[in-house]
């Protein structure tokens, strides 16, 4: 069943500069990888489900509900976390966390305290005070501790060292493990190869690649046959090479990274 669906979404801001006939669904306990430049059109999608803006054509659904005359109650439904966070600075961290815990009404079954500590937070300290990194646990921790049954995330490592954008990585799997709905948008090519099983890669504003991640490794894995002098000559080549020897001949399969394979579609021109 699909929770997030987008159909043939338009929002054309001129100079081909938008989303154009964008079209993708995001299945129930799914996480999907959404990945493209910066400028490809990734946040202007991901702005359309929260209801930010209006779809100059087409539609954004999440749970049924549509995403801009339904969008209270579907920003009431997510855990978001936006490409550029936004707070108010003269608030300490905790303070912040009181607020949001008080504007989504969260019970005591908040998780609050249980992210803090994964994520080696003290949030009392002013926010205006906080490095990049502080800010995006903060983040993460205000979309997280509600407890949320969809989750959207833009950039969500953005800011973080190595240690803690693993154990972002952990938290997704995890979440998707307990049946959680899973839209990220990332850069990092290794945290949606661990956690998502179908991508989806945008170009100037429109898609170009909606698979699996395991299919689009199959559409990219390349084959080559070498006919070698003799038998001993292409034992020892297919032994360096981690080919396959039938006589003189041997098999190389190459298989590409989600990195490899992101470059292939976009060809090193101009992204943006």
């Not at 990219?220 to 002098?229: F, P």
Request: charged content about 30%; hydrophobic content about 35%.
């Amino acid at each position: 069943m699909s929770v997030i669906e987008i159909k043939n979404l338009v929002r054309d801001y001129g100079g081909g500069k938008g989303v154009f006939d964008i079209s993708f669904h995001v299945n129930q306990g799914e996480a999907f990888g959404f990945l493209g430049p910066n400028g490809a059109g990734k946040t202007t999608t991901i702005r359309h489900l929260m209801g930010f803006l209006k779809p100059k054509s087409g539609t954004c659904a999440i749970d049924g509900m549509d995403c801009w005359t339904e969008r209270d109650k579907v920003q009431a439904r997510l855990g978001y976390i936006p490409g550029e966070i936004s707070f108010f600075d003269d608030m300490s961290g905790a303070e912040f966390l009181k607020f949001i815990t008080d504007y989504r009404k969260i019970g005591p079954q908040s998780r609050k305290e249980e992210l803090l500590e994964r994520f080696e937070l003290d949030p009392r300290g002013k926010i205006k005070k906080m490095s990049k990194g502080m800010k995006q646990k903060l983040g993460i921790v205000a979309a997280f501790m509600h407890d949320p049954d969809i989750l959207i995330l833009d950039e969500p490592t953005s800011g973080l060292d190595p240690l803690m954008q693993s154990r972002f990585v952990d938290l997704v799997a995890e979440e998707k493990a307990h049946g959680k709905t899973v839209l990220m948008s990332s850069h990092i090519f290794e945290e949606v190869e661990r956690t998502c099983e179908r991508i989806g890669i945008i170009r100037k504003g429109r898609m170009i690649a909606v698979d699996s991640a395991a299919a689009l490794r199959e559409r990219h894995t390349r084959s080559y046959r070498v006919t070698l002098e003799n038998e001993a000559v292409a034992e020892a080549f297919a032994a360096d090479f981690g080919g396959t020897c039938s006589g003189t001949e041997v098999t190389v399969t190459t298989k590409q990274s989600l990195e490899e394979i992101f470059m292939n579609y976009y060809g090193g021109g101009e992204n943006d």
